[in-house]
C-alpha cells in the first residue's frame, strides 16, 4: 500500500483537537495525582491502624496491576454503582489515582527524611501536629522530590493514552478516527507519536528549569 | 460480590495468565537484548552510534508504547511487515523495554570507577577483556535491582497488548466485564492473577540480587 503523507493536512484538525485533550487529561491527571499523593502519604503514614493498613492494600493492589486494567474497573464499576460520569472524567480519575499512589510512595519517604528536628522546633513554637506538617514538615518532603515526581509526570503524559480505549477523544482516538476514514494507520499514528514525543520533550524541559530553581533555593 | 461466577470464569483467567507469562518472558528477552545492544552503542567510541543510542532511548521513552504498538501492527502493513498480534506485541513492548534497559544497563556501567578500567589496562588486559573482566561482573551485579524494576514495569505493560485483541489476561477481564457486567468480580481475578506473577517475579529478582552480592 506504501506510505502517503499527503493525507495528514485533511485530518491536522481532528489530531490538533485531540492533542488539547490529550494536554488537558493530563494536567488535570497531574493535579490529581500530585495533591491526591500528598494527602495519601499523610493517610499513609499517620491515620489510624484501623484506616492505614487497608489503605496501604489498596495501594499496593494499585501497583501491582497494570493501569489498563485499573480503568477497565474504575470505568464500567462506577456505571454499575449508578454513577454514570463521562469517559474523560473517569479516565483522568483512573490515571489520577495510578500516579498519585505512585507519588504517595515518593513523598512517604521524603517525608520520613525530613529531620525529626523539624516537626519538634515547629512544636515549640506552637503549631499544632497538624500545622506542623502542612507548614513545615510537607513543604520541605515534597521539594525533595520533584524531580522524580516529574518523572511519573512525564510518565503519565504517555499513559494518557490509555484512557483511548474507554472512548476519550484525545490524541490517540482522534488518530484512530482520522485512520478509519482514510485506512492510514501508519501516516496518522507516527502524527501521534510526533505530537507525544514534541509535548514530551517541552515537558522534559519544564523538568529542568524546576530543577534548576530547586537547586539554587537550596 | 459474585462468587458463583467467578469459580465459572477463573479457568479462562488462569489459561490468560499462562498468555501474559508467555508475553512478560519473550518480552524481557528482546527487551534484553535491545538494552545490551542500546547500551553498547550508547558507550560506543562511534559518535554515530552514540547518535543512535541516544535517538533510540530518547523517540521510544518519549513516546506512548501504545502507539508504538499501534505503529507496528496497524502500520506495518503498509511498509511490508506483517505480523499477527502476539507477535506485534512481543516485538513492540521488547523494542520499547529495551530503550529503558539501555539506560539501567549503561547507568551501571558508567558508575564502575575509572581506576578499575585504567588498573586492568596496566595489568595487560586489552580493553575488551578488561571490559568483559574487570568492569561488566561489577557492573552486572549492580544492574540486577534496576533491571527488576523494568521487569515489573514490563509485566505490567504487556496489558496493552489487549488493545490489539491479544487473548491475555487484560483483554480477558474486559470481555467479561463486557459480557457479564460484574467489572469488581473480574479485576478482582485478574488482578490476583497479576500480583502473583508480580510478587514471584519480585521474590526472584530478589532472590538474584542477594546471589551476586559479594559479603
Known sequence: MGLDFTVIPGYLDIVLLGCLWTIGITVAAALLSF???IAFAVVALYAPWIIRQPFRLVEWVFMGTPLLLQLFLIYFGLVQIGID??????????????FAVYNSELIQTAILSVDKGQMEAARTVGLSRGQALRKVVIPQAVRDVIPPIGNNMIALLKDSALVSVIGVSELTLSAQRAIGATYRPFEFYLLAAAFYYVINLCMEWVQ???ERRIAISR | MDFDLMLRVYPFFIEAAGTT??????TAILGLTCGALGAAARLSRLVVFRFLGAAYVSVFRGTPALIQLFILYFGGPQIGIQLDAFEAGVIGLGINAGAYMTETIRGAIISIDKGQREAARTLGLSQFQGFYKVIL??????MVRPLGVNLNMLIKATALVAAISVIE????AQRYIGSTYKPFEMFLLAGILYMIIIYATGRGVAWLDRKVQIN
Open chain 2, 137 to 142: 561482573p561489577q557492573a552486572a551485579r549492580l
Open chain 1, 35 to 37: 495533591f491526591g499523593g
Open chain 1, 208 to 210: 529542568r528549569r524546576i
Open chain 1, 85 to 98: 460520569l463521562p469517559a474523560f472524567v473517569a479516565g483522568i480519575i483512573g490515571l489520577g489515582l495510578h
Open chain 2, 169 to 172: 489476561l487484560t483483554y480477558t
Open chain 2, 21 to 26: 507469562i508467555l508475553l512478560s518472558v519473550l
